[in-house]
């Protein structure tokens, strides 16, 4: 057994950054916004001293997780990105790297934060994964599982000699009580699937973006929530859909059932408002029902 230490390092509400560290290497679980960047690398300072940070993982390409990663670099240029394939193809998209920063100064400016260097354009991926990937981070030993379901390029890293999960939103995000909310925003079936991979794992604990390491008792209740939560809203909205009620009228019962509580704390509203219409229009899609405008 390894004597881990899990730190939430964030700066800022909504941020996601978490570090771990066995007292030989350390490592960056996701990293936040670009304007908390500076100061999510302060708080890591602070816990590590003159010790480096090793590496940085990344669960998927969204502003709120990957963009903080180019501000510890610039205290650890030496630090090692890793994330999914996908991730990094996203990445190297200039395109993509606009919308991205985009949210972020919009959420910025909501959080009364107008100026910040912006470092946006390094972002890099130093050790792009597949699935089943292993990553040897000093003495620990992760293996890399895509999960894709709430973007592509969502990773979740496994250390079996913990029985620790480092998951993603894919899964499911959870506000610490009884509340799962899925979290699917290119595939439903590909979500379901992604839940089943962890289900088959060997866990004790889990460790999630946005909110922390869950103890045992939290983690069996999430993972024994999070598909019937994903299955239970998926029919939902179909039921609605096909009742005849608009877009807008789903995503506000959506909005309605989860948008409440630390989910409400942890979620910027401009990105929920996105994502729910994404994911209304993706039930749609994928069970072939027409939308009522």
């Not at 506000?175 to 289900?199: A, C, N, R």
């Not at 909110?211 to 299955?231: H, V």
């Not at 996105?274 to 029902?289: C, K, P, W, Y």
Request: hydrophobic share 40%.
């Amino acid at each position: 057994m390894l004597n881990l230490t899990i730190t939430d390092v964030r700066a800022q509400k909504g941020d996601s950054a978490f570090l771990i560290d066995d007292g030989k290497t350390a490592i960056l679980y996701d990293s936040g916004f670009a304007f908390t960047g500076y100061a999510v690398a302060d708080n890591i300072k602070a816990i590590l001293g003159d010790r480096p940070l090793d590496y940085i993982f990344l669960t998927h390409s969204h502003y709120d997780h990957a963009l903080g990663s180019v501000y510890a670099l610039k205290y650890w240029p030496d630090a090692k990105v890793v994330a999914g394939e996908y991730a990094a193809k996203i990445f190297s998209k200039p395109t993509a790297k606009n919308v991205m920063r985009d949210l972020d100064k919009k959420f910025a400016a909501a959080c009364g934060v107008d100026e910040y260097e912006d470092l946006i354009d390094n972002l890099r991926v130093d050790i792009p994964v597949q699935d089943n990937d292993k990553i040897q981070a000093g003495d620990m030993l992760f293996t890399a599982i895509n999960l894709p379901g709430h973007t592509k390029c969502s990773v979740g890293y496994y250390l079996e000699s913990e029985r620790l999960l480092l998951s993603c939103e894919t899964i499911g995000v959870y506000d610490g009580d009884q509340i799962v909310m899925p979290s699917y925003l290119v595939g439903y079936e590909m979500t379901l699937d992604s839940i089943s991979k962890v289900e088959a794992l060997d866990i004790k604990s889990i460790l999630l973006p946005h909110f922390g390491l869950l103890s045992e008792e939290k983690t069996r209740f999430y993972l024994q929530n999070a598909r019937r939560s994903a299955t239970e809203t998926c029919d939902e909205i179909a039921k609605l859909l096909r009742a005849g009620n608009t877009k807008e009228q789903v995503v506000e019962f959506f909005k309605d059932k989860f948008y409440k509580d630390n989910i409400r704390v942890i979620y910027p509203i401009d990105a929920m408002n996105l994502n729910t219409n994404i994911t209304v229009d993706l039930i749609a899609r994928e069970l072939g029902i027409e939308i009522t405008e």
